[in-house]
């Protein structure tokens, strides 16, 4: 059962980073309204002429590596990295979207706990 529910919670997070992260190429989903603050920061990104980009492949990146089953645990970093942004921007910036925040935080964290093998040494103090 475990191996079922980690393969449905990797998938899920995977199409989601692919989609967002297309999404910033391609414009297909709808932006939510959003306030100054949060509006400012998001302009200020496109305005450099590569973060929101950068920001984007980045997502794709760890989205397609989910999805193929490969470097899993660099493209959980890459989630841990992309997830814990996304929170701080919703607590910070813009509260709007806080739960689907949080319900990405958590599946990275679940699916890096799940695959901690690929994380351990990264802890070790030798």
């Known amino acids: 059962m475990k191996s079922k529910l980690t393969l449905v919670l990797r998938i899920l997070l995977g ?15 709808p932006v939510p309204p959003m306030n100054e603050a949060s509006s400012n920061f998001i302009g200020a990104l496109i305005k450099t002429g590569y973060m929101w980009q950068l920001v984007g492949i980045t997502e794709m990146s ?3 590596l989910l999805l193929l089953n490969k ?4 493209a959980l970093i890459f ?6 942004n996304i929170v ?5 910036l813009d509260t709007n979207g806080i739960g689907l925040a949080l ?12 695959n901690w093998s690929s994380f351990s040494s990264l802890f070790k103090t030798e």
């Open 15 to 29: 199409l989601l980073f692919l989609l967002v992260g297309l999404n910033k190429f391609l414009e297909f989903l």
């Open 62 to 64: 760890a989205g397609v």
């Open 71 to 74: 470097w899993k645990g660099l």
């Open 79 to 84: 989630g841990a990295i992309i997830s814990v």
């Open 88 to 92: 701080l921007f919703r607590i910070v």
């Open 103 to 114: 319900f990405v935080a958590i599946l990275n964290t679940f699916l890096m706990y799940t």
